[in-house]
């Protein structure tokens, strides 16, 4: 490790402070009112209900309907989090948006919900994929105890449904819509452990846009990108890797396997999860995210709606310390120790 760099400056410039620690105060969700079930999938290929989910856990999912957009997705998601944590919309003085299905290639998606919501803070979109959520914690932790943001503003959200094939047998099945939010503000007590994050651009091919914007529309007749996944290596990455990086997690936040009381690990399928809780050996009684089952693969939603199906369903509590981890394209990752709000 380089030391720090101690040449005095010119000037004596101040620099901003924020408060000791950072916390999650509040989570909300939105979830697509059009129910589609392994069935209906079935519809388009040659699979059966009893092969989704005995390979992947999913029993349903959620596909968003045209009105259902990125932008009310998320709004409708924020409200809930922002009124959950006492606070008003113009409170809000950051919201960073983690997706990879906003449309748009500029302006950010978050510019436009945060105007929607009623604030005129910074907005910037975070593109991490499934870690987008846990990448947009740890900026939201960063901001907040650096005093440059008082109250930030995390939304997960996907509209998967737009990017995959129809006709995809190896993700047809699997990736679906919703969005989840949080917000951080400070907090006199620690309660968002040290990230452990990184990223392996070498396996980038792994999940990936099937072509770039450029070479889609110069196709002759102009072809929409699909999400291309090989499934098999990013199972096994996610199941091994990401059980490694889940530990370490839990060694740099000072926090054992059975202190977790909650673990919620990004909803790719409830093999990986089952394979990580395993790995990790946390104890029995640890309350598990397995939205998997009935809302499929939201990517960057998939962390907060678990959370938000787990403490509306009472499943977990307030206050209880949580591993969260998410992981995806890129191949990114990131994982946090958490208290829940
Ligand atoms: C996609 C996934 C469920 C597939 O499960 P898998 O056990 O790896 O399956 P494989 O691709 O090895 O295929 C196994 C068999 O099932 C078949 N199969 C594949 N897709 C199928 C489908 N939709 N329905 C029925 N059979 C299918 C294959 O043809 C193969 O048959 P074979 O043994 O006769 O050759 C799994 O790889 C996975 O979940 N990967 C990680 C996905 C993920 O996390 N993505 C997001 C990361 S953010």
């Given at each position: 490790?380089?030391e720090?760099d101690?040449?005095?400056?010119?000037?004596?410039?101040?620099?901003s402070?924020?408060?000791?620690?950072?916390?999650?105060?509040?989570?909300g969700s939105?979830?697509?009112?059009?129910?589609?079930?392994n069935a209906e999938?079935?519809t388009?290929i040659?699979?059966?209900?009893?092969?989704i989910?005995t390979?992947?856990g999913?029993?349903e999912?959620?596909?968003a309907?045209?009105?259902?957009t990125?932008?009310m997705m998320?709004?409708?998601?924020?409200?809930?989090?922002i009124?959950?944590?006492?606070l008003?919309?113009a409170d809000i003085?950051t919201?960073?948006?983690a997706?990879?299905?906003?449309?748009y290639?500029?302006?950010s998606?978050a510019?436009i919900i945060a105007?929607?919501?009623g604030t005129?803070?910074?907005a910037?979109d975070?593109?991490a994929?499934?870690?987008?959520?846990?990448?947009g914690?740890t900026?939201?932790?960063?901001?907040?105890?650096?005093?440059a943001?008082t109250?930030?503003l995390?939304?997960?959200?996907?509209?998967?449904?737009?990017?995959?094939?129809r006709?995809?047998?190896?993700?047809?099945?699997i990736?679906?819509?919703?969005?989840?939010?949080?917000?951080v503000g400070?907090?006199n007590v620690p309660?968002?452990?040290?990230?452990?994050?990184?990223?392996?651009?070498?396996?980038?091919?792994?999940?990936?846009?099937s072509e770039?914007w450029d070479r889609a529309?110069?196709a002759?007749p102009?072809?929409?990108?699909?999400m291309?996944?090989d499934?098999n290596?990013?199972?096994?990455?996610?199941?091994?890797?990401?059980?490694k990086?889940?530990a370490?997690?839990?060694a740099?936040?000072?926090?054992s396997?059975?202190?977790?009381?909650?673990f919620v690990?990004?909803?790719?399928n409830?093999?990986?999860?089952d394979?990580?809780?395993?790995?990790l050996?946390?104890?029995?009684?640890?309350v598990v995210?397995?939205?998997?089952e009935?809302?499929?693969?939201?990517s960057a939603?998939?962390?907060?709606?678990?959370?938000?199906t787990?403490?509306t369903s009472?499943e977990a509590?307030?206050g209880q310390?949580c591993?969260?981890?998410?992981?995806g394209a890129?191949?990114v990752?990131?994982g946090q120790v958490?208290?829940?709000?």
């Open positions: 490790m380089t720090p101690d040449r005095p400056t010119r000037s004596a410039l101040l620099t402070t924020g408060g000791p620690y950072a916390r999650v105060l509040g989570i939105y979830r697509p009112r059009r129910v589609v079930d999938i079935c388009f040659d699979s059966s209900d009893e092969w989910r390979r992947s999913i029993r999912r959620r596909w309907s045209p009105d259902e990125v932008q998320s709004v409708s998601a924020a409200r809930i989090a009124e959950r944590a006492g008003d919309p003085d919201v960073i948006v997706t990879v299905t906003h449309l290639q500029t302006p998606a510019a105007s929607a919501l005129k803070g910074a910037f975070v593109s994929a499934c870690a987008g959520f846990c990448y914690l900026l939201a932790d960063s901001l907040v105890r650096t005093g943001s109250y930030t995390v939304i997960g959200v996907e509209r998967l449904s737009d990017i995959t094939s006709s995809d047998r190896s993700s047809a099945f990736f679906a819509d919703g969005a989840g939010a949080a917000v400070p907090s309660a968002i452990g040290p990230v452990v994050w990184g990223s392996d651009g070498e396996q980038s091919g792994l999940i990936a846009q770039p529309m110069a002759e102009p072809q929409w990108p699909v291309k996944m499934g290596p990013v199972f096994k990455w996610a199941a091994f890797t990401m059980a990086a889940a370490e997690t839990l740099r936040a000072g926090v396997a059975d202190e977790i009381e909650v690990p990004h909803q790719a409830m093999r990986i999860t394979a990580m809780l395993r790995a050996k946390l104890p029995e009684s640890v995210g397995r939205d998997i009935w809302h499929g693969n939201t939603a998939s962390i907060p709606l678990a959370i938000d787990l403490l009472g509590r307030s310390t591993l969260v981890i998410g992981f890129g191949l990752y990131a958490i208290v829940l709000p």
